[in-house]
């Protein structure tokens, strides 16, 4: 028994030696912001410049976007293991880490709940971080809402807007959940970020409109945002009536989808 204790004990520190020696390297701000908060930030050393959250992830050494990362700058920082959100680099760059002896572990973007459960799940096993993942999926459980009641408010997500037209986000897509959880009908149908013309949006009429903060900030802010030519004619942004929405918390799936939903549901009814 005493020997068997014994062993258990050195597999343990075994596995946390084995975690703790570990260089991680994340590529993708939804990802990053789950190995935050699994507890696990202390093994990452680089982070692309979508992850955004929490504040000590932006305090990081940068590797370029992810989804056109260089295998130079990753490779500088002398990982163990990347950690890549789907279309994470290109095939060749990706191809290249792994002859260097690094592991590349892909990530897919979580569809809906189930799946952010599961990435969770899969990452608190990756970095030895299982009792913390499942601390983490119980927390979202007991903080998303249990009974959503519908509203009559009616409401679009713009990713993006432009003389060309604008993009919106429907069905399988994280604004469509939050929407979901707040009772808000979408008014864009098709699957997917799909673009919109003026006439599509003008017949929907939305009550309100949803935009990531990077696509106001890039056009100089909320109002210029509404001033858009193809928004020119939509009473929702004659009047503004925009909700900027931080953009991880707006189309990434993250440990902090309650407070996206929270976010959106207090605009709706006026608080903010």
Known sequence: MMKLRLFLVLLIL????AAQAQRVVVAGGSLTDLVFALGAGDL???VDTSSTSPLEATKL?????????????????????VIALERSGRPEVLTQLQSAGVRVSHYPKPANVEDLFASITRLGNELNKQQNAKALIRKLQNQLPKNVESTSARALFILSASERGILVAGPDTVPDILFN???????????GFKPYNTEAILAANPDFIVAPSHTVNSLGGKAAFCKQPSLALVP????????????????????????AIAILADYQQGKL
């Open 14 to 17: 075994i596995q946390s030696f």
């Open 44 to 46: 990452v050393v680089a």
């Open 61 to 81: 050494p940068k590797v370029g976007y992810y989804r056109d990362l260089a295998a130079e700058g990753i490779l500088a920082q002398s990982p163990t293991l």
């Open 181 to 191: 959880y707040t009772g808000i009908e979408n008014l864009a149908t098709e699957s």
């Open 236 to 259: 929702a942004a004659q009047s503004c009536k925009v909700l900027v929405l931080d953009s991880l918390l707006a189309i990434g799936m993250t440990s902090r989808l309650p407070e």
